[in-house]
RNA sequence: GCCCCCGUAGCUCAGUUGGAUAGAGCAUCGGUUUCCUAAACCGAGGGUCAGAGGUUCGAGUCCUCUCGGGGGCGCCA
């Protein structure tokens, strides 16, 4: 409808312009619905914009404007000039109730677009090394990554989920070398390092104690699931394997037990990867030395003591990179550049990397490899996300990964369910720090807690349904709901709300921002909560039957777009709570 | 020192890609109601949009600078 009503205007402002002389091109102006419903249905600002083109006072061409738009073949029933030559308008009466008829008919489709067109793209995100439990940062991107894939299926794209794990590196070493330390400690063969010499790096690191070694390494992982690990060693293994170096069994055994949890907290997410890509295998199919041979042919590599390296200057970018170390062993960039070339290669027309902050810095230089490699960088898309933090009570709750003292996913899920968990960590935009408010998660009273208010507007709608079953009135078919009787100005800006979840939804999709579901669902359950409540003046079941199917209808067409809109964040929408 | 993000109500944050009188939740204070879900609904107060310039019909939004917070600037990932 927003559509065809832009359209007319691009036309009328077209002629417009030729009377005037003018055969430059129309400029593309804004018909938007104005923040004040006393603004009309939409407002277009092309009279102001045309202003200077036509040399004449805004508001004399917003009359033009008007009359060249005549009823504009009966969507308009009402144009007004406003402001400094602002053209309000509105729509017929009937347009809105016929939004409805289209919504119900559309039932669960209402809202999907085929922009994208089939389109493979790939979503990566989690992407977290298998050294420990999912912190909250891993989960806020988790749920951002799942929400805008998501998003991308509503678009009609071709969504591959896709995780990225290093398994290969110091920090594996690091982790099965910590693993074993734990190991031969609870074997009596090694002795554990002090508390305080474990919490801070200035102290002193003992290399014996009581006559026992201390293996543990100084940059070690510290949390008890280490522990544990070496324990289920021990059980299966006894003493066998005082002498596997942390490298081998232990490195693998944490690896495959930490990896299973995080898919398990995952799947408690509700989060199902199609792929997970795992760095070694790019070794070991040789695509990272075939990326540093097509590297070296952009003329761009060199050598210096000892270490290969990246001109990056000479693509713009502030400093030069190493690639191979003098050790041999490529930096995690050159891995990186050869993932990506192989993202490239399944044909994916757009490959999006959700990541955290940290990372910020990476992206540019991923995407200059690839150009210099005569790829196309604009294929590579980053999402980057700020940080999260805990709070209770007003107060920062302190987390150090280095520690192991951060609250994991797993943590915060036994307390607050996905449900909450998702809203949470999707309510804000991604590039704003993420206060996750403890005490208002934890919060029971449906009209406190946002996750609930939302849920419990869906719940609404049946639990309406099922007091109209019991007075033996059923839901109307989307073809026989008399919305012409919905005229009350709250079901009249309830529908109009509605009517925007198309665009929401696309605008989320293309801006990779799913927290505009979550504001948007927050005004309609904002509408409808307080819409049914208001008995007093209407109850959804009245005496008059036509009244009653077309307020039903409507609790139908709240229902669809509450369900989609959770949907689209992962979120349940039960029948009852 | 350089780069990126953020700064909007007491708190946590939105702000439709530059539109009209800047919004929501929580918290606070008042009023109504006892219901199709466990109490809900209505209303009020609260703002120099960090600050200063600039761009233009029009700036919370774009540009420059300053201040404050976070992240990054490694032959770590």
Known sequence: MRERLAEQIQQALGRLLRAAGDEGPVPVVAVDPPRQAEH???ACNGAMVLAKRLRRPPREIAQDLIDELGQAGGLVSRAEIAGPGFVNLWLAGDRWQGLLGSLLRAGLDYGRSDTGKDQPVQVEFVSANPTGPLSTGHGRQAILGDCIARLLENAGYDVTREYYFNNGGRQMRVLGD???????????????????????????????????PVVFPRDGYQGDYIGEIAQG???????????EPGEGRFREEAESTIFAEIRQTLSALGIDFDVYFSEASLYDDGKVEETIGALRETGLVYEEEGAVWMRFSALGLD?????????????YLLPDVAYHREKFGRGFAKVIDVQGADHKDQGPFVKAALQALGLDPARVEFVFHEFVTLSSQGETIKQSTR????????????????????LFMVQ????????????????????????YY????????????????????????????????????????????????PEVALRAAETRAPHHVAYYLREVAG???????????????????????????????????????????????????
């Open 403 to 422: 520690k192991a003292t951060f609250i994991t996913v797993d943590e915060l899920l036994s307390e607050v369910g996905p449900d909450v968990f998702r």
């Open 40 to 42: 009309g249905d939409y």
């Open 233 to 243: 060693m021990i059980d299966r293994e006894g003493e066998g394997l005082v002498d």
């Open 527 to 577: 509408l409808w909560n307080p819409y049914v409540q208001d008995k007093n003046r209407h109850g959804i079941l009245t005496e008059d039957a036509e009244l009653t199917a077309a307020r039903l209808g409507l609790t139908q067409a709240v229902r669809v777009v509450l369900a989609r809109g959770l949907d689209l964040l992962g979120m349940a929408a039960p029948e009852r709570m």
């Open 319 to 331: 400093r030069e990179r190493v690639i191979v170390k003098s050790s041999g062993e490529p930096t």
């Open 428 to 451: 804000r935009r991604p590039e704003s720090h993420l206060d996750f408010d403890l005490d208002l998660a934890r919060e029971q009273d449906w009209t406190k807690n946002p996750a």
């Open 454 to 501: 939302l849920q419990y507007a869906h719940a609404r709608t049946h639990g309406i349904e099922r007091q109209a079953i019991q007075r033996g009135v059923a839901m109307p078919a989307a073809d026989e709901v008399p919305a012409e009787r919905l005229d009350l100005p709250e079901e009249l800006e309830l529908i109009k709300k509605l009517g925007e979840f």
């Open 178 to 212: 910590s693993v074993k330390a734990r190991y031969l400690e609870r074997l009596g063969r090694a002795a554990a390092p002090p508390e305080n010499a474990l919490k801070d790096e200035n102290e002193a690191w003992p290399e014996t104690l009581g006559g026992l």
